[in-house]
């Protein structure tokens, strides 16, 4: 995959990236466009069930684990004692798509948009950081020069994606 066709969402805990990207993967799929997305979590989290086949399997040592069946499939790899992955490897995982939406990553070297919230007490992370592209606030923003949309202009919000990506909107 592409890294030119990666955009990222970033801002802090309860901005609403993930609403955000949720609204921006149906806007996108409703205009006939592939789309992966890449969750970065900060967290520990377990994808299984204490007490299915697949978690048995896990438990009993093994390193990775496919579930499949007729609706989907899923691959768990257990890290051990090896370090997480970075961005190009799990990027280098995904099957090819028309554009890859990440939340997370704050510090990987791609176009992001910054999401606040109001309640978000934060510095911002756009005057630092010049792979932020544009801001999606509900406040007014001082002195800053990059566009700023509204949380709720998923269409705006998409048409800026893709001309910063460089790619094809199937409906025009």
């Not at 390193?63 to 961005?87: K, M």
């Not at 010049?130 to 990059?146: Q, V």
Request: hydrophobic share 35%.
């Amino acid at each position: 995959m592409n890294i030119d066709k990666c955009f990222g969402i970033a801002g802090w805990k309860n901005s609403g990236k993930t609403s955000l990207v949720a609204s921006l993967v149906s806007e996108f799929n409703r205009r006939g466009l592939k789309i992966s997305t890449i969750k970065h979590a900060h967290h520990s989290f377990d994808l299984d069930t204490p007490g299915t086949d697949s978690f048995k399997h896990r438990q009993a040592g093994a390193g990775e684990v496919v579930l499949v069946s007729a609706n989907r499939w899923a691959i768990q790899h257990e890290l051990n004692d090896e370090a997480e992955p970075d961005f190009a490897t799990i990027l280098s995982k995904l099957t090819p798509c028309d554009l890859v939406l990440v939340e997370g990553y704050k510090k990987e070297q791609i176009a992001k948009l910054e999401i606040r919230g109001a309640e978000t007490e934060q510095d911002f992370l756009w005057p630092d950081d010049k792979t932020i592209k544009a801001i999606a606030s509900d406040e007014p923003i001082e002195g800053c020069s990059l566009p700023v949309f509204q949380r709720s202009q998923i269409e705006e919000i998409a048409d800026f994606i893709l001309k910063t990506c460089e790619i094809e909107d199937e409906t025009d």
